[in-house]
Every structure is written in structure tokens, then in C-alpha cells.
């Protein structure tokens, strides 16, 4: 393929070398002459194992080759990859400045040159950034309809600076958002023959995957140093501590407990994550990020308060009240405080639970409900119909079958979904239906 690539900074240089490596004809632009020149000469721009070697090959069989003039590598190819920065503003937010007008340069190209360009954004940026602001100055410049008269795609990159040439043949994955599938499939067409899977997902969705990944490595690596700090305290071997974590593939390294849901809770997580950021503080070790995960999950159950606030309905009906499925056990179930906040404002309410019988309860379960939610009695149903009849609003906290199933269909019922319905999706688009975090 006949391949532009704008940009020829590390995610650039190093896109542009290997896809020359991989048979592509491809020209790299940049603002920057000096880059222009070094790649011509054969020199990397960039500092990163094998580049040199790479660069220096690719130019020399007249695959890569480089210029100063966004139209003039346009004119020469039918698929632009996009890689200038997009650094942080002072504020925080992303600039997108760089993005702006190199596609307004893309896009002028494209008017003049005719046929199908397919334009690919491979810089990070945020959701919408591809479709409300770059598709319309693409639009405007290129005269023409995206996903008709050219291509748009996002296609995040996940090479690791320093490994990048290696990540390249070797990727974790690669993500291709398409506005239409004949982008996505120039897209795929490109990275032909290398290994790891290939999602092809909406564009916004491209986009935000390279966010979850980043803020996860960020919080992995920030948790790992903060319990590393405490165990320090503690005398004991933080390595060993991990050793043993990282073998859990069950629990720790595995997809349990990262897909949005309702808070956590229960008896041990929210009173061993206080025990150990209480200790951390007695031992003078400030955990930002372990001292933070309790108010985040407070602040996830004051979102569902809130849900049901905005309803503007009073008669309410929870399905779950047990801190998790097949279990009775109520003690710090985020399920009970939701019913007493509800309760609290005075929402007429109605509990239903599988597990949860007043009768059977005993100790410690039975003592949690009296001190926590003393009218529980009254607000406990029998039946999954008793709360239907009753309510306006239904909030699913359970994915008890007898529940799913009687779930009304269709839009004619509010819901105040917590756990992410097994028809979400069809849900969505239903007028009353609204997820917790999706
Ligand atoms: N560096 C990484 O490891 C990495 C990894 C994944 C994603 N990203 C993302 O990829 C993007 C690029 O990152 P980078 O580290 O390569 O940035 P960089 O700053 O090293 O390179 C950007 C290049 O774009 C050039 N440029 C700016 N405007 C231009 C224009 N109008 N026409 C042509 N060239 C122009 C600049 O001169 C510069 O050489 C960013 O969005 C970044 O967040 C970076």
C-alpha cells in the first residue's frame, strides 16, 4: 500500500519504518525539517532499539522516504497515518491543536487529489475528538462525506517507548475504530500478517481503549509502589508479597472484579482496605491511591442515589439487598445503604431479595439489619411481583433469574440498572432504562 505518515516523532518514526520493513510504500512528513532530513539521510529522528538499523535500510531500498509538504504525501498515497502529539495544556486537558491542522492539511489534499484517501488517526485522543471535531474539519476541507467520499479510522498504537520496533511485529493487540468497514479494512490491511488479536469496534470505543489502558498501567504501577511502601514499613518483603499476588490468576491477575458494576462491599474488603491505609498512616506513609478507593466507591453509590433521584418518581423497588449473589450476608452491603439513603428521603420502597429472609436471618446478619436498617422488616417483600406492583422505578441490584425474568420489556418501566442487565444493550436505546456505568 501507498501509505503517508504524519508525524515522524516516536510513534511516527517508528510506524513509518516498520510498515516500509513490512513491504508498504510509505512517505512520513513532519514540520520539523531536521527530522525530514535525518530520516532522508537514513537516520533515526528518535532514540529506540533497532530504529537506526531500520530506518537506515528502508530508506536506502527507497521504501521510506520523507518531506516537509503534507500535500505532497497525499498526492502520493492512499492511506494517512496521523501521529503528532497531543500533549497535556497547562489545565490538564488534551491539545488538540496539532490534530486540528494537520487535518485541515489532509483534508485540502484530499479535495485536490480525488479518489479514496483513507485518513487514520493513530495520535491518543479523547472520545468524540475523531468524530465531532476532525470528521467536520475533514468534511470541510475535503468537501466530501466521511465513511463515503474518504475513509476515517482511529487506530491507537500500544508500543511501548524503548521496545517499540519489537512491540510493532509483536503487538498486544490492535484496535482499529472504523467510521464505515471499508476504513477498517484498509486498516487491517496495513498490519496483514502480524500476530495478536484485531478488535474492529466503533470509533469513540478505539478511543477510549487506549485511556482504560493507560490510567490501568498508571494505577497497577502506583498500587504496586504504594504497597511496596507499606510493606517496607511493616518489615516485610514487598517482592515476596507480590510473588505470590501475581501468581493468583484467578482473583489478581485475571478479568475478576474490571467490568463497571455497583459498589463493593461486605464484610472484609471495606474494613481491610481501612485497617491497612490506617496502618500505612500510623507508619507515616502517605497512599494516595489506597486511601482513595473507599471514598470512590462511596462516590459510585451516591451516583445510583442519584439515578433514582432524577426518575422524579417516589415508589421505588430494589431487587438485591445481600452484598453479593447466594449470599445473606447484609453486613456492609452497598445494596442496604442504598435502601437506607432511599429510605432516608423518604422514597416508598420495597426490597426484594432471593437470599434475604428477615425469619432466617441470625447474628451477626440478623444484629447488622436492626442497627443499620431498622425498618427493613417492613420494606422486605415476598415475591418478585409484590415490588413490580408496587413500583415506578425498579433499581436491579441481583442477577437472581426469577427476577431477570419478570423484568418488564419494552420500555413501560423505569430502571435503575446496577449490575449491567444481560439485555443492556437492546435496553439502552429504551426510554426509562438507564445503566449505572454504561
Ligand atoms: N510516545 C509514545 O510512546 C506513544 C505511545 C502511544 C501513543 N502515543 C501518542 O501518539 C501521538 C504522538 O506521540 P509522539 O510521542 O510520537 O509525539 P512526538 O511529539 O514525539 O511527535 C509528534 C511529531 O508530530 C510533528 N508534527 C506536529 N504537527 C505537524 C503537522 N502539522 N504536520 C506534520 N507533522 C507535525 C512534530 O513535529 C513531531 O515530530 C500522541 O498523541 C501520543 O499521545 C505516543
Redo the contacts with the bound molecule.
Keep these: 500500500m501507498r501509505v503517508s505518515v504524519?508525524?515522524?516523532?516516536?510513534?511516527?518514526c517508528v510506524s513509518a519504518a516498520c510498515l516500509a520493513s513490512l513491504g508498504h510504500e510509505v512517505i512520513g512528513?513532519?514540520?520539523?525539517q531536521v527530522?525530514v532530513d535525518l530520516v532522508n539521510d537514513g537516520k533515526a529522528p528518535v532514540v529506540e532499539e533497532r530504529i537506526g538499523e531500520l530506518i537506515a535500510e528502508v530508506v536506502r531500498t527507497g521504501a521510506l522516504r520523507a518531506t516537509g509538504d503534507?500535500r505532497e504525501a497525499i498526492m502520493g498515497s492512499d492511506v494517512s497515518l496521523v501521529?503528532?502529539?497531543?500533549p497535556s495544556e497547562p489545565n490538564g486537558s488534551l491539545c488538540t491543536t496539532?490534530l486540528e491542522?494537520?487535518t485541515e492539511?489532509i483534508g485540502a489534499a484530499v479535495a485536490e487529489r480525488g479518489g479514496r484517501q483513507t485518513v487514520v488517526f493513530?495520535?491518543?485522543m479523547l472520545p468524540g475528538t475523531c468524530l465531532d471535531l476532525l470528521v467536520p474539519i475533514l468534511e470541510k476541507y475535503a468537501g466530501g462525506t466521511a465513511g463515503v467520499d474518504f475513509g476515517v479510522a482511529v487506530n491507537p498504537?500500544f508500543?511501548?517507548?524503548g521496545t517499540?520496533v519489537r512491540d510493532f511485529f509483536d503487538p498486544p493487540k490492535t484496535v482499529i475504530g472504523e467510521l464505515d468497514p471499508a476504513s477498517g479494512d484498509v486498516v487491517a490491511a496495513l498490519y496483514d500478517g502480524l500476530p495478536g488479536e484485531v478488535f474492529r469496534v466503533p470509533v469513540p470505543t478505539a478511543e477510549a481503549i487506549k485511556y482504560a489502558d493507560n490510567a490501568f498501567h498508571g494505577l497497577k504501577i502506583g498500587f504496586a509502589n504504594e504497597l511496596g511502601a507499606v510493606c517496607r514499613a511493616l518489615g516485610v518483603d514487598s517482592h515476596q508479597v507480590m510473588d505470590v499476588f501475581l501468581a493468583d490468576r484467578k482473583l489478581n491477575i485475571s478479568p475478576a472484579y474490571l467490568r463497571p458494576g455497583f459498589a463493593f462491599g461486605g464484610s472484609c474488603l471495606p474494613k481491610d482496605l481501612r485497617s491497612l491505609v490506617h496502618a500505612a498512616q500510623r507508619a507515616d506513609v502517605s497512599v494516595p491511591i489506597l486511601a482513595h478507593v473507599l471514598p470512590s466507591n462511596a462516590e459510585h453509590l451516591q451516583r445510583a442515589v442519584e439515578l433514582v433521584e432524577r426518575t422524579g418518581r417516589r415508589r421505588v423497588g430494589l431487587f438485591g439487598l445481600s452484598f453479593k449473589p447466594g449470599t445473606d450476608d447484609l453486613r456492609e452491603s452497598p445494596l442496604v445503604e442504598l435502601a437506607e439513603r432511599l429510605f432516608g428521603k423518604g422514597y416508598d420502597l420495597r426490597i426484594y431479595d432471593p437470599n434475604v429472609n428477615l425469619s432466617r436471618l441470625l447474628g451477626a446478619n440478623r444484629e447488622y439489619i436492626e442497627t443499620r436498617l431498622p425498618h427493613l422488616a417492613q420494606l422486605l417483600a415476598e415475591s418478585v411481583d409484590e415490588v413490580l406492583d408496587h413500583a415506578e422505578v425498579c433499581v436491579v441490584g441481583t442477577r437472581d433469574p426469577a427476577v431477570l425474568s419478570a423484568l418488564p420489556q419494552g420500555g413501560g418501566r423505569m430502571i435503575v440498572d446496577l449490575i449491567r442487565l444481560p439485555d443492556a444493550e437492546a435496553r439502552r436505546a429504551e426510554p426509562g432504562y438507564v445503566g449505572l456505568a454504561w
Design positions: 504524519l508525524g515522524l516523532g516516536y510513534v511516527g512528513v513532519d514540520v520539523n527530522k503534507v501521529c503528532v502529539g497531543t496539532y491542522r494537520v492539511e493513530r495520535s491518543t498504537e508500543l511501548r517507548e517499540s
